[in-house]
């Protein structure tokens, strides 16, 4: 309005005065905002060009994929010019309070979805997304709320929101809430300040003498209704000496607190329930947000939307109402959807007859089968005995065919009058319960009884705890075979007898009621009927209901594949890999599970393996593995493998395509079969494979040099592809693989190859010397066999390292001062020493051990360590040093100072009267699986200082031995 | 003026008489801003019969002349007043409202002029305040009062000297108290 009438102003004189104005409201747009249509068509031809929807392959990704996800890069109409502008925009009426607000559909901020396939994880799922918000939209003066809303198949939720908040709007926020705290500091809260104390208190004393004078007194006194000498009571000179003015202003600002803290406090700063609230100091940039939400998942939730809603507020108020246009979908993927619903059955096996007992314990007088029905024992007895007669026989699916009471009595007394009086004592408890049962039954209620039930009392007193053993003994050795009485009084003599009578004995006196029932609709003496196994049925119910703590206990006990399936969801990865391990024949699902462990555990490549398996035995299974994100990963890495296989795959799917009939056969081949290779079916054989090394003895064989520790075999077929492999921890294995012609590729003792998809990848593969040790010597060896039907064949294998060895020095100085100097024999090794060596086929090697002498670092197998070994003139020093290394190919060799690949050589280095000198001896081109010995060196002159120099011959001489370490020989030779 | 001496007296003599006397009723003061009046000396004697009431009856008197090197001046006078106040609260406390009626004899000139007139006033004044509790035997008050009657006058051309200018009997009204006083309640 300040503006129209500034503008109209200007109209005052004309229509000069009109051209003026419009020339002038068109060129100061910003500074005098004349005419709001004008810089509001200014602002939005600024804006409008920058809305450009985004793709995400412009976000970096660490891991996981992003899918398109309708970013949109939004527009704002933000009014740069501030207060005072009118802004014509589109205004809706809000539902809520009728307002008419002001509103744009503009997409404001960038929302980028990095993953739009989540798994559901224990029974939870995370969301992510990033909100982004563009530069345009930041400004000090304003705050930006954003709340993110999420609709989870209908049920819809609104989550925690988002403040942004501009650093002017901040300041304004806390200037509010102090202006409120200096309100409520302007309310006098002493009581004293409103009463003019000074005078009333002059006032008292003046005209209230008593009072005062009696200030001393401890007598009751200060009736605030005394009166004065006018008649003027205290209460009036207080209410006089008060201010009321004061009084009432200070009550209305007490009741106004609420008003003034929103007039004051317009926006208040929320801190709770929301998931982020920034100041904003200067930013030029975007503002990006990761939201990280955990929903948790419920069966059957499938897809989750997640929108945006925005606002903009400014000097309190709602400005402007945003809401993005697109939202995000989540796709969400479950493990409980692997789970197998084939009902579980279990063997119930149900008789004809049944047999029940109970006993009870009746007081009996002493030699009376009177029963009293007064004693208490004896009425809970009797009470439950009856109660459980009435159980039974109220039981439908029983019939009741006879019952026996039993009554015995203890080992005291006469045998004959015992066995009358347990007689009796059954009869009467008969009768007492005869009336629970109906009349047809009576027939059929028998009586025994027992007269002196010495076996029981036999047990008891074995089980007895209390008694010791001699006494225990004692009365077990009195035998109640012949005559009971005379055994009874024997008893009676020994000192546990006591405890006998008051402990033993009244357990003796029991009564025992059997039945005998049978199920009135059975024929058969014995069903076995197959029951639906609810446990095992409620815990695949808990697993499709996400509840995987409650699955786990109910389908623990099963070990089978729902089991592990429960365990691997409720993160018991170890449990999951026990039951798995034990399923022998896996399925394709087993196989995948199995691979979403290791790739749980961080065992990469054996997760690779079994997801292979997985893939062979069901392709889909590979669609399956882009939802999960332990194992997502891991095939993006290994890209190149798996197109191997999906290559066949969708080599054959392209040749169905273009070939015609013999296209539709294939395809139906290919579904009905369960693996991927829908050439033909393959014929599985077992193959039994060992290594021969045990017969590769040779005496100078030292340590275990042909110890087979474990034994890796690969098959492969006529191309070259992998059929089958596996790995074991003996010198022989059984592998399952396909017929046809294969080649058969064993490695020993080797550390484990993995991803070997075909001969070429094994071909790649290299051996290094370290994998070596005394003991466990790296061989490797293939033969070709044709399979068609299940066999068992041996694979020469050899050794992959060379020995070299060392096994006497003399030393022969011709010169006499040589002759009697100290020579200490400080170390013997081998240097240019091969570190590496291919498992099939000779390639150089790719790196070096110790060249020219210069990093003999500590490898037990080419060097022997410090030694002080002492050599005197004329006796040998016979100790054999054997050193291993790998093959070395390089003919030609070279002394050259600048590295070159050269011929291994051994050094023996020796201190000659504290001077080192070095004797090197060359070998030959050294091959794998050769023993290369020098059997003497004999030294005649000083060595050279250096090891890589080459000794001349008068040094000493020396002669190296090659010989073929298979073939058994022994033998030695003469220089 | 002998009668209006004879009631004063009788009215000392009816205070100091009064048998059992209660407390607080009394109270005398005497005007510090009156003493700035060429040193008026003053006093005033006041009693409250009720808690709204006080009658009081003060006297003024000046008696000096100022002689300093030929120049004369003076504000002689001797005045007899008998009031009464209303103190809407309470005596001798709070704001207050004030009749009397005064009789004065005066002689006043040199001060501004040389003109000094002289005579006698009577008159009814009114008068209003605010006392202030120090203690609770003592108050100061603030006043401001103005009267008006009648006056018979000679007006005469100097201090000193005889030269009549004027006289007669007039009306007047004038400020009567500038009132900062000290009083004291027994």
New interface residues.
Partial sequence: MDKKRYVSGNFASGISACMVAAVASLLLPASCGVGSKVSDILDRDVHVGMSIPWEEDRLAADDGWEDGCGVVRDTTDKDRDGGGDPLIMNAVRETSTGDMVATDVISASRVVARFRNVAERGGAVSLEFDITVPPDMIDSRWKLKFLPKMDAMGRKSSLEPLYITGERYRAAQLRGYERYQAFLASIITDSSVFVRTDQLEKFLMRYYPGIYAMKTDSSFVSDPEAENLFGVSQREALEHYTRHALVQRNENRKKSRETMFRKYVKDPIVSEGLRLDTVLAGADGALCYRYVQNVRSFPGLRKITVSLDGEVYADGKRLLALHHPDSLVFYVSSLSSLVDDTPKYQTVVRYRRIYDNTSAFIDFSQGSAEIDTLLEGNVSELSRIRKCIEDISSKAEYVLDSMTVTASCSPEGDYGFNSRLAGARALSVLDFVRSEFPDSLHPRLRTASVPENWDRMKLLVRNDSTLSPVIRDKIMSVSPACDKDSAETALSSLPGYIYLREKIYPRLRSVKFEFWLHRPDMAKDTVHTAELDTAYMSGVEAIRNLDYRKAVSLLRQYSDYNSALACLSAGYEETALEILAGIRQKSAKANYLAALVMARLDMKAEAMEYYSRSVIQDPSMRFRANLDPELSPLLRKSNDEETYITDKLSVTMKKTFITGAAAVFFLAACTQEPRPMCQESLEKVELSVTVPVSSMTKVTDIGNENAVNRVQVFVFREDGSIDAWSIAESDSLVIDCTAGDREVVAVVNAPRIVNIFNIDALKEEVSDLQDNSVGSLVMSGSKKVTLSASASITVPVRRLVARVSIERIVTDFALEQYRNSEFIIKGIYLTNVAGDVHYIGDEAPSYWHNSQGKDLLEQELIETGEMSEPVVSGIPYDTPHYFYCCPNPYLADSYAEEWSPRHTRLVVEASLSGRICYYTMTMPVIESNHLYTVTELRITRPGSSDPEQEMLPGDASFTIEVEDWEEGYTGQFEI | MRILKYCLVLACMAVMSATGA????FAVSTNLAGYANLGTLNAELAYSF??RWTVNAGVKYNPWTFRASGRQFQNRQQSYSAGARFWP?????GWWIAGKLQYQEYNTGGIISRRTEEGDRAGAGLTAGYT??????LNIEFGIGLWAGVKWYVEYACPACGLTLSSGRKGFILPNDLLISISY?F
Avoid: F, G, K, T
């Fill in positions: 209660e407390a607080r009723r009720a808690r609260w309470h005596v001798y406390s202030y509790m120090l203690h609770p035997n309640v």
